[in-house]
């Protein structure tokens, strides 16, 4: 059994592979382009970048430069959300390829530099502290939760098909939650205390924002609320030299938010309430007793803007606003 399928693994290994160079190909093609065309790097920088070398402390338009490309990047793609990374999504997989492209090159150009505002490849951990709002993902949003960074660290490596299951999972989220304009993600933001080692997390969901049935009326079929879902986090551990953030969820709650209606009927009581996450989940079997935990990297940070790498190497990009 295992040799009747040798030949296709092997087939499929070669297509991996070839969409892999063809991939490096495009990127390196972007690259190349960007660093030419940008009016914000000089000759010399652009050969410094285009070497693998850090570029020096010196050149701070350059690197402003980039974080506004990138700030530009989130609006044209609605923070990322107009980006389809996954087959899963065909045929839209295509769209936007070469915003996609221009993500990743951008966050590599900046991840050169070095990860803080001192001339060192070291965090300022405390540069971590305050309220960030996200401005642009290569993928889903919501996942820079610790929640659903917690569901994915559990998956692990594992496959349903030739996908992982973690993507599989998140694209039945999509589905189950986004069909018919149902679900609709807004503010997505996340509060840093480093002494206290802590990290809360929350994004605004808006549901049946727009339920009518065109030319057969314009009356509300469903009423539109939502709230303000928050993800707490503990113990978070910073890794000065590597970047690695390891948390351990330990709550959530949806909370009332200015501006959303309230779920009608009963639903309101579940509102500002905490759910003990840590403790259900380590009930569950298949968790055999352990807590939910997440691992994230910090890839650049300075005094107002942020970038984070998931397990997987998906971006989050994030602006501080207190």
Request: charged share 25%.
């Amino acid at each position: 059994m295992h040799a009747s399928i040798l030949p296709s693994h092997r087939a499929a290994s070669s297509r991996v592979s070839d969409n892999h160079r063809l991939e490096l190909h495009r990127l390196r093609r972007v690259r190349r382009s960007y660093v030419s065309s940008s009016s914000s790097f000089s000759a010399s920088e652009a050969t410094t970048t285009t070497t693998g070398k850090t570029p020096s402390s010196s050149s701070s338009s350059t690197k402003e430069g980039i974080k506004l490309e990138l700030i530009k990047l989130g609006a044209k793609t609605d923070r990322g959300q107009l980006l389809f990374p996954q087959k899963a999504y065909a045929p839209l997989d295509e769209y936007n390829r070469k915003h996609r492209e221009e993500v990743k090159v951008l966050v590599e150009l900046l991840t050169s530099y070095p990860v803080s505002t001192g001339n060192s490849n070291k965090i300022e951990k405390e540069q971590l502290n305050g309220e960030w709002e996200c401005v642009l993902a290569t993928k889903q949003i919501f996942r820079s939760s610790p929640f659903f960074m917690a569901i994915q660290d559990s998956f692990g490596d594992a496959t349903f098909g030739d996908a992982k299951s973690s993507e599989v999972f998140f694209r039945l989220h999509d589905l189950q939650v986004m069909s018919w304009g149902a679900s609709t993600v807004g503010r997505v933001a996340q509060r840093i205390d480093v002494e206290k080692k802590t990290l809360e997390s929350d994004f605004d969901t808006i549901l049946f924002k727009s339920t009518v049935i065109p030319i057969l009326g314009w009356f509300k079929l469903l009423p539109t609320f939502g709230g303000r879902v928050v993800s707490f986090a503990e113990n978070m551990d910073v890794d000065e030299t590597t970047g690695r953030v390891d948390l351990e969820l330990v709550k959530t709650r949806v909370e009332r938010t200015e501006g959303i209606p309230e779920p009608p009927l009963f639903l309101p009581w579940f509102l500002d309430r905490d759910y003990p996450v840590n403790r259900v989940w380590k009930l569950l079997p298949w968790n055999k007793g352990k807590p939910p935990l997440a691992t994230t990297y910090v890839k650049y940070v300075d005094e107002d803007f942020r970038v984070m790498m998931d397990r997987d190497g998906e971006c989050f990009v994030y602006v501080k606003v207190k």
